[in-house]
């Protein structure tokens, strides 16, 4: 039976616990900053205008994923990709964004949720260069809610326990799927290329 009321989830799910809703900041606190700084990879969800969502992984050494400007503000990098920037062009259009922040080893999450702008300003970017190289552009986040997620999806997914980790054979290449995918894509060609590209064109 499908849900389509706020009465009916609560039929189903109790009230939560009171430190759920307690725990919510509006600004980023000593324990969310040294999360942030420790992160290596964050998932950012955001929406267009037709309210399809859309997530983005993104990923840099700890230190250099985000950068925690005051205690409501945080500036994220894009670097160079596929140009899709399915992310900036929901920005566009609303400017909010959603983000998770994971650290391995730890399985609690941060997430955090505000306003977002994009912007080319060299003074926000320049925190956020790598091997001298400045972001494309970068998310100026204006903190709304920040908070820990608890445990219990990363211990159930078993994420960082090493005898988890899939052996490469398992899945096929990302140029195979692609070939499969788009009627005269060559796999060897297109692997070669995300190779190299890796190699020379992360920054």
């Not at 430190?19 to 324990?31: I, S, T």
């Not at 929406?47 to 700890?62: E, L």
């Amino acid at each position: 039976m499908a849900i389509e009321s706020m009465s009916e989830l609560r039929e189903v799910y109790a009230p939560p616990a009171a430190r759920a809703g307690q725990k919510v900041l509006d600004h980023l606190d000593v324990h969310c900053r040294n999360f942030i700084a420790l992160s290596p990879f964050c998932v950012i969800a955001s929406t267009g205008a037709d309210g399809r969502a859309d997530a983005s992984p993104r990923g840099d050494p700890s230190g250099s994923l985000a950068h925690v400007l005051d205690h409501r503000t945080l500036l994220l990098p894009d670097r160079p990709g596929n140009r899709q920037v399915d992310t900036l062009m929901n920005l566009v259009e609303r400017p909010f964004v959603g983000m998770v922040f994971f650290v391995p080893g730890l399985a609690e999450t941060l997430r955090v949720n505000g306003r977002a702008e994009i912007s080319t300003d060299r003074k926000l970017m320049e925190p956020l260069a790598i091997n001298g190289k400045l972001p494309i552009s970068v998310l100026k986040v204006t903190v709304e809610e920040a908070f820990l997620h608890c445990a219990k999806a990363l211990i159930r997914s078993r994420l960082w326990e090493p005898e988890s980790q899939v052996e490469r054979t398992r899945f096929p290449s990302y140029g195979k799927v692609l070939a499969d995918q788009i009627s005269g894509a060559d796999a060897d060609e297109i692997d070669a290329g995300e190779e190299e590209s890796a190699r020379t064109e992360l920054y």
